[in-house]
């Protein structure tokens, strides 16, 4: 029970100001490497294939996840992008995709003139809903893209057996799921084909912009690199011909932000444990408090918490109260306490104006396009969960770009700020939302 004097009443706030981290966070070891690599004496177009840090990159990304292939490449919407082409997934087909996640999921559908049919999430996890997919395959889908939203990773068992029995592929979007695991499986390594990013502020940062994509499959790998490199063959040590095989874009790191993600890497399962640990120690204090629930991890799955993301119940506070408006309270009463919460996205997916107009390019298409011979219809009351989810769930950390905790004294003092809101949720009510004074169901 915390006795402090609440932040929002003049108290001094639990987490003082300056104690988040930014992300990406930046070591020495960083700084060494990317003043090692301006140095080298063949810096810049002689830089042979097999030193170039890209490929380098790619070799480790995929000795990490245990799989066959690794390309580096400019964006996670680039490497979906190339899952999506790469799988002759193109003009007429239909994917499958979460109606919560970022939009680039599904704009990699439709950057290859596919159609993205969304499903709705899972209450407690978050990732698609495997019992509602079935219902969503029609005679046009190609492929199932759960996204491990979060860095949980989806149910990837049951979606799996479902692709398998209608013959699909699957591609995994796990732009925010660098080595987390599924029954002990690394995300990547199961699937016909992944996107990570490396964008900025990702567990595996490029320090600017950047992505991975993977796949375990030959051919796959073949038409990913064309597509990566303007339609052409290109094979070091080789004469480049000049001849594009298809169209294929310009889709090659900077080998600045692969030194960078080289660097990053090194570390990257120590900085995933300790974030783990500290995220774990805040959700077991959580379960204390009423009205504020911290997330849920199914025993087969192993989370990197991108983002901790809580849920904010006035039901269980016992407070008379809408679920957004008590999420806005709380949310400012633990930002005066110096706990960076707040939202990410505020529509489902298939709410925003491009689904809902259908037009991604110009003249209605793809879905005027003459290839496509589906319909589908975009309405945000056909996902509940996702609904639900933006209503009542905040997340901790992202704000100003800021690192989910990695230390126990972070953890203790965010803990620390909970306590104080919800150990004096009726005094914080009365301060914020005058209106609400008196109105608790069972204080
Ligand atoms: C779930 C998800 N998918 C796709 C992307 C796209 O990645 P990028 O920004 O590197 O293109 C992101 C990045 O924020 C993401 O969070």
Redesign the pocket.
């Known amino acids: 029970m915390s006795t402090s004097r609440l932040a929002l009443a003049g108290g001094r706030p639990a987490v003082p100001p300056g104690a988040f981290g930014r992300r990406p966070v930046v070591t020495g070891r960083e700084r060494r490497s990317i003043n090692a690599f301006l140095n080298r004496p063949d810096f810049g177009v002689g830089l042979a294939a097999s030193a170039r840090p890209s490929n380098l990159l790619a070799g480790q990304w995929a000795d990490y996840l245990g799989v066959k292939h690794c390309l580096a490449v400019n964006?996670?919407?680039?490497a979906?992008h190339m899952c999506i082409a790469a799988l002759d997934i193109g003009p007429g087909d239909e994917v499958i995709v979460p109606a919560l996640?970022?939009w680039?999921?599904a704009a990699a559908v439709l950057h290859h003139n596919a159609i993205p049919v969304f499903v709705d999430v899972e209450p407690r996890t978050f990732g698609m809903d495997p019992a509602k997919i079935e219902a969503s395959i029609t005679p046009f889908t190609k492929a199932i893209m759960p996204?491990h939203?979060h860095g949980m990773p989806a149910e990837m068992g049951k979606i799996l057996k479902i692709a398998r029995k209608h013959g699909l592929k699957v591609i995994s979007?796990a732009?925010?799921a660098h080595g987390s695991q599924y029954k002990g499986r690394k995300i990547g390594a199961i699937e016909d084909a992944a996107g990570f990013?490396?964008?900025v502020s990702k567990p595996l940062s490029s320090g600017s912009?950047g992505?991975l994509f993977v796949t375990n499959n030959d051919l796959t790998f073949e038409r990913a690199k064309m597509l990566r490199q303007f339609g052409e063959r290109i094979i070091p040590g080789r004469k480049r011909e000049y001849n594009a095989f298809g169209v294929g874009w310009n889709y090659r790191i900077s080998e600045f932000g692969a030194v960078f993600g080289l660097a990053q890497l090194e570390r990257l399962d120590t900085t995933t444990r300790k974030r783990r640990r500290c995220c774990d120690m805040i959700s077991s204090g959580l379960k204390q408090l009423k009205g504020v629930k911290p997330p849920f991890t199914p025993a087969d799955r192993d989370p990197v918490y991108f983002n901790y993301v809580v849920e904010f119940s006035p039901a269980d506070a016992g407070v008379d109260m809408e679920a957004r408006p008590f999420r806005e309270c709380m949310e400012k009463a633990l930002r005066s306490e110096g706990v960076p919460m707040g939202t990410w996205q505020n529509i489902p997916v298939p709410a925003q104006a491009v689904f809902l107009k259908k037009n991604a390019y110009g003249k209605g298409c793809p879905w005027k396009c003459q290839h496509y011979r589906g319909s589908v219809s975009y309405r945000p009351e056909d996902y509940p969960e996702t609904l639900r989810f933006l209503e009542s769930h905040s997340y901790l950390g992202p704000f100003g770009g800021k690192i989910v905790p990695e230390t126990r004294e972070l953890a203790e003092r965010c803990l620390e700020g909970f306590h104080k809101v919800f150990d004096n949720l009726d005094r914080v009510l009365a301060l914020l939302n005058p209106a609400q004074k008196g109105k608790r169901a069972t204080a």
């Open positions: 964006s996670g919407t680039a979906l996640t970022f680039a999921s996204v939203l979007d732009c925010q990013s490396m964008e912009e992505g």
